[in-house]
């Protein structure tokens, strides 16, 4: 049976694990599943997958994340080669440098840059802005052990991830969202919005933005939705799962919307733009986004470090994957400045939204 998944944020999508047809049918279980370690009097090189609680062989960490990646990455091809191969290497790993290393290596060859080792500072920085908020999710299958946890990029100072400003005589609102790693983020958007009502207008600017996590995303993205699709997710089964859209409509639809995009525009973010995209609730201007909707999770390997690995992937409301193409927007505008110093994408948002006042 498929258990919960444990998330950051309000929705997190994370760890598929493999099932029957049969089980995909099932109820989720109320608690996430936690991974059974075997243990070893002797840990050897010899025989890494036998582990100490306390004290691991590091060809046991190294192990570790090989299972991870064999059992749940999302491209089960591995970038075209046979993953069995690396599960040899851990033969030659007799200290922690060197899993650290052979895992870094590894990872690498699926050619993937958001499978990764997380570093330690990293890592601290993630922990030490308690982003992470666990929670039990009924949305998607799957199972996750303890210090799981699941985004896709990193964070950058939540105190400026959201900036709002009236121009063209109070009557049009802009929004700057930077990520979506802030576990409040929706809820001084909400207020924000909530105290704005009467704008005709409101531009978002998602230039930049990384992403960060996907439930945050999702969720920014109902803020403007009274109903319908915001996203689904394929899993390495070949299972979805819907997203609807689920909270209060903060923003009337009377109230037009332009969001922004740039190359720079990812994962989260593209999910955002696209969920509202489909909708017909806003109309995109600016360049080709990135092009990137995998979705990672996080696993604690100690307390310094973690591995960070590409499990599932979003698709647009009309179904669409956006990998390697991303979302064209409505009205393409280059980045840069006028011959009179303005930001031409948001003088272009701007001009669109007076013009159907």
């Excluded at 699926?110 to 908020?133: F, M, N, S, W």
């Excluded at 964070?155 to 900036?163: E, F, N, T, V, Y």
């Excluded at 979805?240 to 859209?245: E, G, L, M, R």
């Amino acid at each position: 049976m498929r258990t919960s998944i444990v998330l950051l944020s309000l929705i997190v999508f994370t760890l598929p694990v493999a099932a029957t047809t049969g089980d995909k049918q099932s109820t989720a279980s109320e608690h996430p599943a936690k991974p059974t370690p075997t243990t070893s009097s002797t840990p050897s090189v010899s025989s890494p997958e036998e582990s100490s609680i306390i004290a691991p062989h590091p060809a046991t960490i190294y192990m570790r994340v090989w299972r991870m990646v064999d059992s749940n990455y999302v491209d089960r091809t591995f970038n075209g080669q046979d993953w069995q191969i690396w599960k040899d290497r851990c033969k030659d790993i007799h200290s922690v440098e060197d899993a650290r290393k052979a895992i870094k290596v590894m990872l690498a060859s699926l050619g993937d840059p958001a499978t990764c080792l997380v570093e330690a500072e990293h890592y601290r920085q993630l922990e030490e802005k308690k982003r992470i908020t666990q929670e039990v999710n009924p949305m998607l299958p799957g199972e996750i052990g303890p210090g799981q946890l699941a985004c896709d990029s990193n964070p950058s100072d939540s105190s400026k991830a959201l900036r709002f400003c009236k121009l063209k005589r109070d009557k049009i609102g802009y929004l700057q969202v930077r990520d979506f790693f802030d576990w409040d983020l929706i809820k001084r958007a909400g207020k924000v919005l909530e105290g704005n009502q009467d704008l005709s207008g409101l531009v978002i600017d998602l230039r930049g933005n990384p992403g960060g996590l996907q439930g945050e995303a999702a969720s920014f993205a109902s803020l403007f939705l009274n109903k319908g699709s915001i996203c689904s997710i394929l899993d390495i089964d070949g299972y979805i799962a819907t997203k609807k859209a689920d909270r209060e409509q903060v923003i009337p639809e009377t109230t037009k919307l332009v969001i922004l995009i740039d190359e720079s525009t990812a994962n989260g973010a593209e999910l955002a733009a696209a969920a509202l995209k489909d909708n017909g609730r806003a109309t995109l201007i600016g360049e080709h986004s990135r092009g990137q909707n995998k979705i990672q999770y996080f696993h604690r390997l100690d307390s310094e470090s973690a591995v960070k690995i590409s499990v599932s992937r979003w698709l647009t409301p009309e179904g669409e994957s956006i990998e390697g193409r991303g979302i064209r927007p409505d009205l393409v505008v280059p980045s840069g400045k006028s011959a009179d110093g303005k930001d031409q994408q948001l003088e272009a948002a701007l001009d669109l939204l007076t013009r159907t006042e």
